[in-house]
């Protein structure tokens, strides 16, 4: 298992940017696929963008695709969401998560930070 520990979330107005970061520890980093995932209020988790171990490939929602970008870093240890052309209803707690392969599910979480898009 690995530690995430996620920032950056805050207050944004709709059109705004924002960029989320996710530190990881305990296990060796590349190793890991990385995604990040978002709740809103009354919905389930879904999942927003991944990328895999070296960085060359990554996927995201249709929601968000062409507005947020993720990216890694394998030396700091660290994923990041870069959020652009935000909206009201990008408003959600966001989670980083890891897991090893594609086939498996995301074994790893953290705690989560809060994005909230005002209009």
């Known amino acids: 298992q690995v530690q995430l520990v996620e920032s950056g979330g805050r207050l944004v107005q709709a059109g705004g940017s924002l960029s989320l970061s996710c530190a990881v520890s305990?296990?060796?980093?590349?190793?890991?696929?990385m995604g990040w995932f978002r709740q809103a209020p009354g919905t389930e988790r879904e999942f927003v963008a991944s990328?895999?171990?070296?960085?060359?490939?990554?996927y995201s929602s249709d929601s968000v695709r062409g507005r947020f970008s993720i990216l890694r870093d394998n030396v700091k240890n660290t994923v990041s969401l870069r959020m652009n052309r935000l909206e009201p209803e990008d408003t959600a707690l966001y989670y980083c998560?890891?897991?090893?392969?594609?086939?498996?599910?995301?074994?790893?979480w953290g705690q989560g930070t809060q994005v909230t898009v005002s209009s």
């Open positions: 998560a890891a897991r090893h392969t594609l086939q498996s599910g995301f074994t790893s």
């Open positions: 305990g296990r060796t980093f590349r190793n890991y696929i």
């Open positions: 990328i895999t171990w070296s960085g060359g490939t990554t």
